[in-house]
């Protein structure tokens, strides 16, 4: 097998690229690539615990909490104890994690159209609709 002919090998080389150049843009809001899709699920869904949110984002639940320790002190995120369970943590955004959603959504489609110009509009759709289907996210 030829290395582009290994899914593992196309997939990872596109997500090492991506990351790379969202992280590039989101270095003006001093933020990186790896709190992406904590700050796009919690857009998404606000009040949820942490351990649901690092199902979410495929993440380990020390990653999780270290990377939100970060957001924390950054003023994003605020985490309030739930009443049932003292263990547990819902996750909230603050007014300045919720005013980055629009700038941010505008880097990662910037980031998006960035490496899908090579294809056509339908074959973007296309695309994104073959990559949901492997990873079986929708229905």
């Given amino acids: ?8 090998y196309l997939i990872s080389h596109l997500n090492i690229a991506l990351q790379q150049e969202l992280d590039t ?7 990186d690539s790896k709190i992406w899709p904590v700050l796009f699920t919690l857009w ?26 970060n957001l924390q002190v950054q003023g994003f995120i605020t ?13 909230f955004l603050t007014d300045n994690g919720k005013a980055l959603e629009q700038d941010l959504i505008h880097e990662a489609e910037w980031v998006n159209q960035h490496f899908l110009t090579a294809l056509t509009d ?3 759709v296309e695309f994104m ?10 229905q």
């Fill in 122 to 124: 339908s074959e973007q």
């Fill in 1 to 8: 097998m030829e290395r582009f002919e290994s899914l593992s």
């Fill in 79 to 91: 985490r309030h104890q739930e009443a049932d369970n003292r263990r547990s943590f819902q996750i």
């Fill in 25 to 31: 843009r989101l270095k003006r809001y001093e933020l």
């Fill in 129 to 138: 609709r073959l990559l949901n289907k492997v990873n079986q996210f929708s």
């Fill in 44 to 69: 998404q869904e606000e009040g949820i615990s942490q351990t649901e949110l690092s199902k979410r984002c495929d993440v380990a639940n020390y990653t999780m909490t270290r990377l939100l320790d």
